[in-house]
């Protein structure tokens, strides 16, 4: 069985409003988090920046949340603006929820694949395995994977998993020989 892994490469784009201008996209750049308090409940915001006009805005993480209630070691990553902080929070799907955002992963992915095809008889079995919820259809990324078209791929490969519906998690397909 061959494998193959799905990285993230960055951070995705988010598609997101700006108040300033027209533009529809906004990245965390480098990641930051705004922590404010207000007596013994705190605030804190992941800073989004418009990709356009540089306009920041702010995503609700935690609103007027008791400080008892924090981990000591999340609030210190919140304080510290740690970098896999940024990450966990970005891709939680309830921030997105809750701030009306959806994340754009293109460009922000990559998929490794072994340099050669080995010297086996055909069909071949393929393991897909993804380093990070990077959501892509199983159908475009063993098409980018194979170089072939979809519809090459819809004839040759068989797959354990809809080819039209994204994926976050691992899949494997079998690769048959061509005509």
């Known amino acids: 069985m061959l494998p193959w892994v799905v990285r993230r490469t960055r951070l995705p784009l988010l598609s997101l409003r700006c108040v300033d201008c027209p533009s529809g996209s906004a990245t965390t750049g480098p990641g930051r988090f705004r922590v404010n308090a207000n ?7 992941l800073l989004v920046r418009c990709v356009s006009c540089d ?3 702010k995503l609700t993480v935690y609103e007027r949340t008791p400080v008892s209630s924090f981990d000591p070691v999340e609030l210190r990553g919140y304080r510290l603006n740690d970098p896999a902080l940024v990450a966990s929070r970005l891709l939680d799907p309830q921030l997105a929820r809750r701030n009306r955002f959806v994340l754009d992963w293109t460009g922000a992915w990559r998929l490794h694949t072994p340099s050669g095809w080995p010297d086996q008889t055909w069909p071949i079995q393929v393991a897909v395995v993804f ?3 990077v959501p892509v259809r199983p159908e475009r990324l063993v098409a980018h994977g ?10 040759r490969i068989k797959c354990d998993v809809p080819w039209r519906r994204p994926r976050i998690a691992g899949f494997t397909f079998t690769v048959t020989a061509g005509d």
């Open 39 to 45: 007596h013994k409940l705190l605030d804190v915001w």
């Open 55 to 57: 306009w920041t805005s």
């Open 131 to 133: 380093d990070d919820p």
């Open 146 to 155: 194979l170089g072939l078209s979809r519809g090459e791929v819809r004839r």
